[in-house]
């Protein structure tokens, strides 16, 4: 059964998590949503910390939507794509401003997934959505739930299909997930969910 939001209730942020096999997870993600996506995208992915990244760049290139660092303090905009920077947490507040942070690992990682999922959920609530691509290792379960928790939508890639399972498994074994999709079936999701308000 579908139920509609309400205009107040509409989905008004996205939050993608990925680690193993994440560049290209993202790049097919991200590169089938259109450059006018009204909401703004967090992403975190796990990125080796003794090393400046190009991610945001490489994104970019593959993408309509910008794509760019995070920057504490600044606030989100529709149609742009936050990535974490190496060995920061990603977090968001309820007036859309960021927040980077250098507190203790998650999971052995940094940025985590579970820090800034747990962070929309408190934020955005129900208008959230939170996508769990392919990876290794368990972030991300514990966000889930929180996202859950909060009334908002939870996808997921197949295990069966991702690059890398452990991340994805972890996150339907919560029981808190709403779709477990194909990587090529979840932006067609995401654009319905943001466009629509339907779940």
């Known amino acids: 059964m579908t139920r509609d939001k309400s205009p107040t209730e509409r989905f008004t942020v996205v939050a993608i998590?990925?680690?193993a096999g994440g560049i290209q997870a993202l790049s097919a993600l991200l590169g089938a949503l259109p450059p006018e996506l009204p909401v703004p995208v967090l992403v975190v992915q796990h990125l080796d910390p003794r090393h400046r990244t190009v991610l945001a760049e490489v994104l970019d290139r593959r993408t309509g939507l910008h794509v760019k660092l995070a920057e504490a303090g600044e606030r989100v905009r529709r149609g742009v794509v936050y990535v974490a920077p190496p060995d920061r947490h990603l977090l968001v507040d309820a007036a859309g401003v960021l927040e980077l942070t250098a507190t203790e690992l998650v999971h052995f990682v940094?940025?985590?997934a579970d820090l800034l999922f747990e962070s929309v959920a408190g934020a955005y609530g129900t208008q959230v959505i939170a996508c769990v691509l392919t990876g290794s290792g368990q972030d991300g379960a514990m966000g889930v739930r929180a996202?859950?928790?909060r009334g908002g939508t939870v996808i997921v890639e197949d295990p069966l299909t991702a690059q890398f399972s452990g991340m994805?498994?972890?996150a339907?074994?919560?029981?808190?997930v709403d779709?477990?999709?194909?990587?090529?079936?979840i932006p067609a999701v995401v654009r319905g969910l943001v466009e629509t308000g339907r779940q």
Do not use: I, Q
């Open 17 to 19: 998590a990925s680690s």
């Open 110 to 112: 940094r940025p985590s």
């Open 147 to 149: 996202v859950k928790a």
């Open 168 to 170: 994805p498994h972890s």
């Open 172 to 176: 339907v074994d919560t029981g808190a």
């Open 179 to 185: 779709f477990v999709l194909p990587l090529e079936e």
